[in-house]
Nanobody
Framework: VQLQASGGGLVQAGGSLRLSCAAS????????IGWFRQAPGKERDFVAG????????RYAESVKGRFTISRDNALNTVYLQMNSLKPEDTAVYYC????????????????WGQGTQVTVSS
């Protein structure tokens, strides 16, 4: 599976962005997809994840109620809708794929996209 993240940019605090993670390769619907982010000098943190079927999702406490993850298996794409953005959301956002299992642990993911920069100004 190859992943391509897009949709990042510069936005003011309180604004919104929608990230996309487009996948190529077979059997996309058998992979759980996670979004992670990494700010300069910090570890890569879990943001949100969605199960292979789309029936289950998880969020980091810091984004609950503001971010929504969804997927369209017919289009091989996962979305991360980010609302009410804060300066502390500034980071490079990565999507990753894990066969079947939805988990928040980065080391569990087998495939990673290249990342997209999100910058939130105050």
């Amino acid at each position: 599976v190859q992943l391509q993240a897009s949709g990042g940019g510069l936005v003011q605090a309180g604004g919104s962005l929608r990230l996309s993670c487009a996948a190529s390769g077979r059997a996309f619907s058998t992979y759980a997809i996670g979004w992670f982010r990494q700010a300069p000098g910090k570890e890569r943190d879990f943001v949100a994840g969605i199960s292979a079927s789309g029936g289950d999702s998880r969020y980091a406490e810091s984004v609950k109620g503001r971010f929504t993850i969804s997927r369209d298996n017919a289009l091989n794409t996962v979305y991360l809708q980010m609302n009410s953005l804060k300066p502390e959301d500034t980071a490079v956002y990565y999507c990753a794929a894990n066969k079947w299992l939805l988990t928040s642990t980065p080391a569990s993911y087998d495939y990673w996209g290249q990342g997209t920069q999100v910058t939130v100004s105050s």
